[in-house]
């Protein structure tokens, strides 16, 4: 059955109202400042419903989702999914290289300077 919808699309982070109902992710820890492309979020609205109020969202790549980055040199783990040697997934941690741009604020602790 078919419902009525008015679905508004977003252009990126940069558009109005793009993080609209989209929480802060909270900090874990490991990482040292807000993202400067989500700000914090992790994610994104791509689409929503002005009817429904259903949305589409995606995931930040410059933070993979976390909302936080790494402003020196350690690695970054990621969750991922690997096949064991049996030739059964499992879970693991993927390690990638820390995005080195981002500067952290010392006026502002906890954002990065964009």
Partial sequence: ??????????EGPNSPHAF???PLQPRNGGLDAMCPLCKGRGQWNTEFDL????????AC?????????????DPIGLP???VS????PRWTI??????????IDPAQPGLAKT
């Fill in 1 to 10: 059955m078919n419902h009525v919808s008015n679905i508004f699309l977003y």
């Fill in 20 to 22: 609209d109902v989209v």
């Fill in 51 to 58: 009817v429904s109020f259903r949305c589409k969202r995606t």
């Fill in 61 to 73: 790549d410059r933070c993979h989702g976390a909302g936080w980055v790494e402003t020196g040199t």
């Fill in 80 to 82: 991922d999914i690997e």
């Fill in 85 to 88: 040697p049996e030739g059964y």
């Fill in 94 to 103: 993927r390690f990638e290289p820390s995005d080195t741009e981002v500067e």
